[in-house]
């Protein structure tokens, strides 16, 4: 039986490799997206009697945490070696709006829909709060900058293309940099569930610990061993036939290595990631080999994806979503089609950009891989009630946003780009 189960996983592993490459080519420029064709196959998977084992998160708390944490590792580094902007409060701008407006605002609405509509208790409302602040680095290619190089703001565009181009770069910033951010406020969920809401237990060690050393940790590693990777990437040239067949290798390898380090140190091992995929892309901005380092990282962050949603849809078929009620189900919408677009619109006033391109960044905060990791991370490291119910609540939001951005975000910006 255990010898059937593994050759039955390496034959759905295989289809599912296999898929990834066959598919990215038959759906481009099509309104569906990779992770709607990887849901859906979950779903079909497990629905059928092959005596799978139960891909219920509450059951496999240490892998879920884990599993995400790293497909969200992984793109984070994706995300910042396809940035091409300076620091600069111009070019920066939209991030900084989405990051100290929009992400407050969208946790405080979370938190009240959670204990007011809900019923949640003190901390399991602040954690829904902190699971829902990090729109998704994996999700979302469909509407994120795709390569290397693409929408330079010293590059002159049409006006057109320069909207397509300020809505990607927005969205991909803005998921580099709030899944390091929402970390701080899955550890003030963590706080009330062990020490209570009263702000005397907690909030000297939570301003001075977890904002203050874990992020400024964080973003020294990240600047520092940033700066190393991309003197050691740079420094040679791949001249043998094993060398070059490696290319691109040390974009996982540095991942692997600044997020593990930056964690030993107690900082936040995600800000490291992207603050050193920033560097590295920086140093070299003109340099062919970045092409090499973001595509490692792109098909690493692809596979996992593949591995992570599939699951996910399986754990949808069986009976993830079991606990939902009319109540959960007004908060998940209210949460996608409500929260995010207003948070988002109120962040961008005042911006100045055309109302149609600040309306789809306004809508386009995708969740999902980094809201399972907070979810799983906090309900490991606390007592939270009701666990079942908030998994069911965020299981629900990720799968509308998975299907309606998924559905909608290719066309959205092709119709802008053409406007």
């Not at 799978?52 to 070696?81: F, K, N, Q, W």
């Not at 006006?159 to 709030?178: C, D, H, P, V, W």
Request: charged residues 15%.
């Amino acid at each position: 039986m255990v010898l059937s189960l593994y050759n039955l996983g390496l034959v759905l592993a295989g289809l599912g490799v296999i898929g990834l490459a066959l598919l990215s080519r038959v759906i481009a420029d099509r309104p569906v997206s990779l992770p709607v064709v990887y849901l859906l196959f979950g779903a079909v998977v497990f629905s059928l009697p092959l005596g799978l084992p139960d891909p219920d998160p509450t059951a496999h708390a240490d892998l879920a945490e884990r599993l995400s944490e790293l497909g969200v590792t992984i793109a984070l580094m994706g995300a910042g070696l396809r940035l091409d902007r300076g620091p600069g409060w111009p070019e920066w701008q939209s991030t900084a709006r989405l990051l100290a407006v929009t992400m407050p605002l969208t946790i405080a609405a979370a938190v009240a829909l959670g204990w007011w509509v809900v019923g949640f208790a003190a901390p399991t409302a602040m954690l829904l709060g902190a699971v829902i602040a990090p729109t998704d680095p994996v999700l979302a290619s469909e509407v994120e900058v795709e390569n290397p190089g693409e929408g330079q703001e010293n590059e002159p565009v049409p006006e057109a293309e320069g909207m397509g181009q300020e809505i990607k770069f927005a969205l991909t910033s803005e998921a580099g940099l709030n899944d390091s951010l929402a970390f701080p406020f899955t550890y003030l969920a963590t706080l009330f569930a062990l020490v209570g809401v009263a702000p005397e237990n907690w909030v000297g060690q939570w301003a001075l610990v977890y904002v203050g050393y874990k992020l400024a940790v964080g973003l020294a590693a990240g600047l520092v061993m940033g700066w190393v990777l991309g003197w050691v990437v740079f420094a040679s040239e791949a001249k043998t036939q094993l060398s070059q067949s490696l290319m691109g290798i040390e974009a996982l390898g540095g991942t692997l290595l600044i997020y593990g380090a930056t964690e030993l140190l107690n900082g936040y091992g995600f800000l490291a990631v992207f603050v050193a995929a920033l560097i590295v892309r920086y140093r070299e901005r003109e340099a062919e080999y970045n092409r090499e380092l973001h595509d490692v990282a792109e098909m690493t962050e692809y596979l996992l994806m593949v591995v992570i949603v599939v699951l996910f849809g399986g754990a949808v078929a069986s009976g993830l979503l079991d606990p939902l009620t009319v109540e959960l189900v007004a908060v998940a919408l209210a949460l996608v089609f409500l929260v995010r677009p207003l948070a988002g619109a109120v962040g961008l006033l005042g911006f100045d950009r055309d109302w149609k391109e600040r309306g789809a960044i306004a809508f386009f905060g995708i969740r999902g891989i980094g809201s399972f990791y907070y979810l799983a991370y906090g309900l490991n490291h606390a007592p939270f009630p009701e666990a079942e119910v908030i998994w069911a609540l965020v299981g629900c939001v990720t799968l509308i946003s998975i299907v309606v951005h998924g559905i909608t975000a290719t066309p959205v910006v092709a119709r802008l780009e053409r406007s």
